[in-house]
């Protein structure tokens, strides 16, 4: 292996030196820019028909020898219109060459940040621009690819959030064990996109929105191998190459100004029944004195009609309460959950600064960002410092350098079915007043619950205030919430050297750093031991980079060479801590309150990657492009001696559109590329170790120790993608119609899994180079501007990607991995993949049928019988996403608006079923066939009807059963009734706006002004899962597969104001 | 040229390496070593997890349950064994495979390795009498078997038999540290050994007298508890990191269980002092009142006895094997004409053996003759079976596994009832996810077993009617 590296680079090498330089005076000239006047360095001058040529230098300086006057000289350069003169007699040409608006996103940002003629490229790449992320102000930048980009699967999470995760899969789910997260890059620095949150509770949402999306000039996603392959152990899952917006050499001091303010409302809240109340029974229970009472032990609404029967309210056994006594009546607040949400708000200025000198240019940046949530007690604080500079030293000597800084504060609601709120929805009383719980607290201090223990049967008194399965959600928010903050710094400092027009070399140092908090409380008065925890996160990615870059043209051909290394080094630390057996003191949140032994663990980590890699494009004749790239990677966190690997590829593209001249097709482009990328796995998995067990303090103190539940491996080997990918893009009339098609296979072998085996072993799961899983798929995008005059523009842009996916096989004798499950009531459901079948099948329990007729087999209570949890749903990957974007231009107005839709794929709701067990869903008091309320007694028609077959006699059966019973099974044990199909349409985002004139303002020292009325997320155009549950937003925390809904944040619906001034 | 060559060759020399520190990949977290006595002091934290769980109550009908009811109506639900194999049985296995790296300094190595053993038995004839065959001579293989093959309840009692004999024959004198439960005292770990062989021995009365005999005699022999001091107990402290399972899950309010009824019908018409520690009065009207068992309308927990303080404190023990068992047995087997002694030797140690159940659980025993002297307590040769039966049921109340297992082989108390329609379980049913990761072991023993699907009715090896 070692050999064959030192010889493909030698070979390099001497490929290098051989190349001759062509140098004969007689024409000579600059080349500049039209636009700013500077000069174009590396620009290309050939003279047609011959083999000769040559490229501008730094200063744009050229010199050709040409045969004759007659000889045509061509000027080209990516990016620029193409330029030709007739030589004549002169000795001396200068060119201005203009930007090619026509071919605008023609130059693309590949691997390592190298720029590159598209047409050169033979894979799919596609751009989204920056002023298309953040005109909607989404807190989570990422969130805002949703729909933009084929083959790009983003779920998201409800802006109640605040910032929550937004999962990214690109070309489906290259990973069995559900995981591979593309790699994020910006400005060439990698940066870390991890997540804090668990499946439930506080969503602190994915690390890489700490990018401003302000600062943002464009997104490339480099969607397989064949793209990110010069990534290597890093590039299996693709890489998002964020390029933030710089300023300019030669340009004046601009100034802008954005401010924006947003008003978030809840949408989408789940129906709820109104005609019964509170309790189990729908008959009264009284006190000692005869007085009924609302049965506040009870969190559902199987109770009474709400009629307005006047009766002891929860409220009433509080002796410090005004209605202490009292009978009020006993009726339904329908909007009791509604009126828990607040109208929150989303206030964001920010102001930049771009400029340049002549050998200089800068931009500076500066956000705020202030949230307001719709829970209550929830914010966000945001901001962002930007500076990117770049100076040249000496005339080929540049420094540049990037510098982001992000400081974030959130108060996060819970989520999750038992967390914070979210119960309200699952388990609550259709008959309690919200607006009375909002003042949670009496003035002696006692805490205002609605669920308590019954009153004494003897004395009619409740004794014990404290609650007995939930609190009141206001103590809830006020009191037991989590703070979190993170600072956050990453950037770059680079020094290239341009040693001679063809030849650069540049060296960087990049860092990404940041430290999380994490605090949470849980005050006395609540339903578990009061508690305090701290945990502070620290995170140093460092890299040192080398690249050598060598451009060169001649005759027909050209050459794009690219050498390089890399070191990358990461320091991974937390402390956290928590306390145990309660608190010491009220309103004392610190470790030393715990009243007994607080946990604590302080954890280190460092990995490092070493790598070097090279690349080589060669065309010809502007048609003919061949790549080919090389990347070795030693990895640290591989066993010592068996830690080199090596990830080529190699793509090819054809411009056909050169042999066949047509005036209706601009650009025919076919491409096919091959190629090979890895990734490992976390440090310290290769070798054995022991954990430390809870302390025993009984006459003397026991320490001990335990054997972990996973099994290292020390033989483990990196896992590898090997991806095939072919595709055409076309252009038609000048650009205005564009359509690309691309097919790929990617077939990720030799899995790194912690593989479940039987726990009989000793071990419960083992980490293993296992498994194969393939997904092969269909991108096509297409854009079009159907009308173009002076006053109307339209544009439009759509594209639709369609995955199949298919583990192919896993471990010998294993048939099975489980990605995840969820118990609830003793019931559970798995997320699990078979060999043979597509990713991540839900498996649960469903309804028995008959085998011949499929109906329902039916107990002797005439209720449903169901399987074990073992029934196979099919799996929760979606057929089809994609998206829908178009923009109308009328004079000064602008309208855009955005769609993204996803076909296919499935989910569980588990607030949907517990919505219906606890009776607070309307079809829990439905009105039957009969035309009466299924919570009416069986005698007078009421029950809801059942038709199957008896289990035990074989025969129809057609029968009324009790409601509550009947969902006491249906709606707890059998999961198939509480799977939705996961298709949508929805309108994300919706702006006009409107550009003032110059003219409009002309005795103001401003630019351009520009306003906007915006909406976002505003509602689904289209979907089959019931209202409520929302589909598109399906994150649980940091779960990297969205299967199941649990206490979902409400959709939060947004509409706001923007204001951008430039002076 | 000359300088590229130099840059690129300067990048190689950064990068063209695959060298790192030696302890890169060392987990500086955790240890990497560890010693015998941590690692059977963390299988030993495991032990109250054989005792505290609502799911052995409800098998031995001890206690109702007053919230989710159907928990208690015996699903046919499967039930998890892999945290005694991932848990203690590995840590006890490691110890067991690195006998020539432990450390003298922690006691004598044999000691060491015999507490391990004994504690393996302990587990693994637990988890055999919950599900019938289970994985043993493969198990706790870690990467050499991911798949381990089922031992049959036969063979695993042979097994077994031999670790406990093995283990108390190797004890020297001289103690072990870090011992949770006996502090190191190895007398007390040979006699919990014998009494472990001779529980078990017990075990077969129906499927092998025979060998039950046999084995009874032997580890009467060698010399069984003598005391309430011998008694295998998982003492929890005050202290959440120690604390008592009933504690925790009062502590969240959840007043979940009562007493049954059938427990209830067994010691209120005798006035059982013990009755007074298992439960407290009701809140209305302070009598003991029973929960019918699997009781499923309109519970009100104000009516009924819940759970005792005694019970439910912070730091309540976790009684696992006990002297009164012991004597419990030895009266059966003077019955049985295993040991010597006939209805005489059976009447003392009944006696002795409710005496020693009212010490452990600290019953008032200031009327205990008087209980004693009742028709239904007083022994009574016609009906001593039931009588011993019955009177070990009651001593063995929060130990549910246990008390379950002894009905399973003696059929008492007679009282017990089926909720719903279903009787009381035989068996528990093996995790389902054994069906995908371990699925032709897995179907062989069901097949051998069971004859191809399973349930909880499905008899284990010595339940043989």
Redesign the interface.
């Known amino acids: 292996m070692k050999k064959n590296?030192?010889m493909t680079?030698l070979f390099l090498?001497g490929f290098?030196?051989s190349i001759p330089l062509y140098a004969q005076q007689t024409i000579k000239g600059k080349v500049t820019s039209q636009e700013d006047g500077m000069p174009l360095p590396g620009v290309s001058i050939v003279v047609q028909g011959s083999s000769k040529g040559t490229v501008s230098d730094l200063d744009g300086n050229y010199s050709i020898s040409v045969p004759g006057s007659e000889s045509v000289l061509v000027y080209s350069f990516i990016g620029y219109e193409t330029q030709r003169k007739i030589a004549g007699n002169t000795t001396e040409i200068n060119i201005q060459l203009a930007e090619d608006v026509s071919q605008l996103g023609e130059v693309v940002v590949t691997a390592l940040g190298i720029t590159r003629d598209e047409r050169s490229i033979g894979y799919a790449t596609q751009e989204v621009k920056g002023e298309n992320l953040t005109y909607t102000k989404e807190q989570n930048v990422l969130g805002s690819l949703s729909g933009k980009i084929a083959g790009v699967q983003v779920t998201g999470s409800s802006g109640a959030s605040m910032g929550g995760t937004q999962k990214i899969k690109i070309r489906g789910v290259n990973s069995i064990s559900g995981g591979g997260e593309p790699l994020m890059v910006v400005d060439g620095t990698p940066i870390s996109n991890s997540n804090f949150s668990g499946s439930s509770g506080q969503d602190y949402g994915n690390l890489g929105q700490d990018i401003n999306p302000e600062d943002i000039e464009t997104i490339n996603v480099l969607k397989g191998p064949a793209a990110s392959a010069l990534y290597g152990i890093r590039g299996q899952y693709g890489v998002i190459m964020i390029t933030t917006k710089k300023g300019k050499k030669g340009s004046d001091v601009k100034v802008e100004l954005n401010s924006a303010v947003f008003v978030d409302n809840v949408s989408n809240l789940m129906p709820y029944q109104n005609l019964y109340g509170g309790g189990?029974?729908q008959t009264w229970r009284t006190l000692p004195n005869g007085d009924k009472y609302v049965d506040m032990s009870v969190d559902e609404s199987w109770g009474p009609k709400t009629d307005g029967t006047l009766v002891r309210q929860v409220m009433s056994f509080y002796p410090q309460d005004p209605t202490y006594g009292q009978l009020t009546p006993f009726v339904a607040y329908p909007d009791n959950i509604k009126d828990y949400y607040e109208t929150g708000t989303n206030v964001n200025n920010g102001v930049t600064i771009t400029g340049g000198g002549a050998s200089s240019n800068f931009r500076v940046s500066l956000n705020d960002t202030r949230i307001q949530g719709v829970e209550p007690n929830t914010s966000l604080k945001r901001n962002n410092v930007g500076v990117s500079l770049g100076v040249d030293l000496t005339k080929k000597l540049r420094l540049s350098t990037n510098v982001n800084y992000a400081a974030n504060q959130g108060r996060r609601p819970g989520q999750g079915s038992e967390d914070g709120s979210r119960y309200l929805g699952q388990w609550f009383q259709r008959s309690m007043d919200m607006k009375r719980l909002k003042d949670y607290k009496y003035d002696d201090g006692t805490f205002l619950n609605w669920n308590l223990r019954?009153p004494?049967?003897?004395t009619g008194e409740v004794t014990n205030f404290?609650?007995?399965?939930w609190a009141n959600p206001y103590f809830l928010a006020n009191e037991n919430f989590s703070d979190d903050n993170r600072d956050r710094f990453f950037g770059d400092v680079g020094l290239s050297y341009q040693?001679s027009s063809e030849?650069k070399?540049s060296a960087f140092v990049r860092s990404d750093m940041y430290t999380q908090n994490i605090n949470s409380r849980a005050s006395f008065g609540g339903?578990?031991?009061p508690g305090y925890s701290v945990g502070k996160y620290q995170n140093t990615e460092m890299n040192?980079e080398?690249l050598?870059q060598?451009n060169k043209v001649w005759n027909k051909f050209s050459l794009d060479a690219n050498?390089?290394?890399?070191?990358y080094d990461r320091d991974y630390s937390y402390l956290s801590m928590a306390t145990?057996?309660?608190l010491s003191s009220p309103g004392f949140y610190n470790i030393n309150a715990s009243?007994?032994?607080p946990?604590t663990?302080?954890?280190?980590?460092?990995?490092?990657i070493?790598?070097?890699y090279a690349m080589v494009s060669l065309g010809y004749n502007n048609t003919y492009f061949l790549d080919a790239s090389l990347r070795?990677d030693?990895s640290?966190?591989l066993?010592?001696d068996n830690?080199?690997y090596w990830y080529p590829s190699l793509s090819t593209s054809v411009v056909f559109s050169e042999w066949i001249k047509s005036d209706v097709m601009t650009l025919g482009k076919l491409r096919l590329s091959y190629a090979q990328a890895g990734s490992d796995l976390s440090?310290?998995s290769?070798?054995?170790?022991?954990?430390?067990?809870?302390?025993?303090?009984?006459?003397s103190t026991?320490?001990?120790?335990?054997?972990p539940?996973n099994?290292n491996?020390p033989n483990i080997k990196p896992s590898f993608a090997h991806s095939y990918e072919a595709g055409v893009d076309f252009k038609f009339y000048e650009g205005r119609v564009g359509l690309s098609f691309t097919y790929y296979n990617q077939r990720n072998e030799n899995q790194i899994l912690n593989l479940?085996?039987?726990?009989?072993?000793?071990?419960?799961s083992?980490t293993i180079n296992a498994g194969e899983i393939v997904n092969r798929g269909l991108e096509i995008a297409l854009t079009a501007t159907p009308f173009r005059s002076d006053n109307f523009n339209w544009d439009m842009s759509f594209n639709i990607s369609r995955n199949r996916n298919e583990v192919v096989e896993l471990?010998p004798?294993?048939?099975?991995y489980?990605y995840g499950s969820t118990t609830y009531?003793?019931t559970s459901s798995y997320l699990?993949s078979y060999v043979g079948k597509p990713f991540g099948s839900l498996v649960g329990q469903a309804y028995q049928r008959d085998e011949a007729t499929g109906k329902i087999l039916l107990g002797s209570n005439n209720l449903p019988l169901y399987t074990?949890?073992?029934h196979d749903f099919g799996t929760v990957l979606p057929d089809f996403n994609g998206g829908f974007q178009n923009v109308l231009n009328y004079k000064n107005f602008q309208l855009a608006a955005m769609i993204d839709f996803q076909a296919g794929g499935q989910f569980f709701s588990r607030s949907k079923m517990l919505a219906v067990r606890t009776g607070l869903d309307p079809l829990s008091a439905a009105i039957n066939d009969k035309g009466m309320n299924v919570r009416d007694p069986l005698a007078d028609g009421g029950g809801v009807k059942v038709e199957g077959i008896s289990a035990e006699t074989g025969e129809d059966v057609t029968a009324y059963v009790d409601a509550k019973a009947y969902y006491g099974v249906v709606a707890r044990r059998i999961y198939e009734d509480w799977l939705y199909d996961a298709s949508y349409i929805r309108l994300r985002e919706v702006s006009l706006s409107y550009n003032f004139n110059k003219s409009q303002f002309a005795n103001l020292p401003v630019e351009n002004v520009k306003v906007a009325l915006v909406g976002r997320n505003l509602g689904m155009l289209f979907q089959n899962a019931p209202k409520g549950i929302n589909p598109a937003e399906l994150s649980t925390g940091s779960q990297a597969i969205g299967w199941y809904e649990s206490g979902q944040l409400p959709s939060v619906r947004s509409f706001g104001f923007n204001l951008n001034v430039t002076f | 040229?000359q300088?590229?060559?130099i840059?690129?060759v300067?990048?190689?020399l950064?990068?063209?390496?695959?060298n790192?520190d030696?302890d890169?990949?060392?987990?500086?977290?955790?240890?990497?070593?560890?010693?015998g006595t941590?690692?059977i002091?963390?299988a030993m934290?495991s032990l109250s997890g054989l005792s505290s769980s609502p799911q052995g109550e409800f098998m031995s009908q001890y206690l109702s349950e007053t919230q989710?009811v159907?928990?208690s109506l015996y699903?046919?639900?499967?039930t998890?064994?892999?945290?005694l194999?991932?848990?203690p049985?590995?840590?006890l296995?490691?110890v067991l495979n690195s006998a020539d790296k432990l450390s003298g300094t922690e006691g004598p190595v044999a000691n060491q390795l015999a507490v391990a053993k004994i504690l393996k038995a302990y587990y693994v004839w637990h988890a055999t009498d919950r599900w019938g065959d289970?994985?043993m001579s493969?198990?706790?293989?870690?990467?050499d078997?991911?798949?381990?093959k089922y031992d049959t309840q036969e063979s695993i009692y042979t097994s077994l038999f031999t670790l406990l004999d093995e283990a108390s024959s190797a004890i020297v004198p001289g103690s072990v540290s870090?011992d949770?439960i006996y502090?190191g005292d190895m007398t007390k770990w040979s006699k919990l050994a014998n009494t472990l062989k001779m529980l078990m021995a017990l075990r077969l009365s129906e499927v092998n007298p025979n060998l039950g005999k046999e084995k009874f005699a032997a580890a009467v022999q060698a010399g069984v508890m003598t005391s309430n001091s011998g008694n295998l107990i998982f003492?929890h402290?005050a202290?959440?990191?120690?604390?008592n399972y009933w504690f925790s899950q009062l502590?969240?309010?959840r007043e979940w269980w009562a007493i049954s009824s059938t427990l209830m019908d067994k010691m209120k018409p005798v006035g059982d002092p013990r009755l007074m520690v298992y439960g407290n009065a009701n809140?209305?009207d302070g009598e003991y009142t029973g929960l019918v068992f699997g009781e499923t309308v309109?519970i009100?927990t104000?009516?009924y006895a819940l759970l005792g303080d005694a019970i439910t404190a912070q730091d309540a023990p976790v009684y696992l094997v006990t002297y009164a068992q012991v004597l419990f047995a030895q009266a059966e087997a003077a019955k049985l004409g295993w040991i010597a002694g006939g209805d005489a030797t059976a009447e003392e140690k009944y006696n002795m053996a409710i005496s020693a159940s009212m010490n452990q659980w600290g019953a008032d025993t200031s009327e205990l003759d008087e209980f004693m002297m009742q028709p239904e307590i007083a022994y009574n040769p016609a009906k001593a079976i039931e009588q011993i039966a019955t009177q070990r049921w009651v001593h063995l109340f929060m130990h549910g596994y246990e008390g379950w297992a002894e009905y399973r082989r003696t059929g008492y108390p007679n009282n017990m009832v089926a909720p719903g329609g279903a009787e009381v379980p035989k068996r528990q049913i093996y995790?389902?996810?054994?069906?995908?990761?371990?699925?032709?072991n897995y179907n062989e023993a069901v097949q051998r077993q069971f004859g191809g699907s399973e349930s909880l009715y499905g008899n284990v090896w010595w339940d043989v009617n």
């Not at chain 2, 998890?80 to 945290?83: D, M, N, T």
């Open positions: 590296y030192a680079l090498l290098l030196a189990s029974s019954r004494s049967t003897s404290n609650p007995l399965y040693i030849l070399v339903t578990g031991n040192y080398l050598a060598y050498v390089g290394g890399n070191i145990v057996g309660g009243i007994d032994r946990v663990s302080s954890y280190q980590q460092n990995k490092q070493k790598s070097a070795n030693n640290s966190t066993p010592v830690n080199s440090p310290y290769t070798t054995s170790f022991f954990n430390v067990g809870s302390t025993y303090t009984g006459s026991v320490n001990t120790l335990s054997v539940d099994l491996n479940d085996i039987s726990g009989t072993s000793g071990y419960g083992a471990y004798g294993i048939d099975v489980q009531s003793s699990n074990d949890a073992t | 040229m300088k590229l060559n840059l690129i300067t990048a190689l950064l990068v063209g390496c695959n790192f030696e890169i990949n060392i987990n500086p977290n955790v240890p990497s070593q560890a010693s941590q690692l002091a963390n934290l989710y159907n928990a699903p046919q639900s499967s998890s064994f892999y945290w194999y991932q848990g049985l590995m840590n296995q490691t289970v994985p493969d198990a706790l293989r870690g990467a078997n991911f798949t381990p870090n949770i502090n003492k402290l202290d959440a990191n120690n604390q502590n969240q309010g809140r209305t309109n009100d104000e009516k995790i389902e996810t054994e069906q995908f990761n371990n699925t032709a």
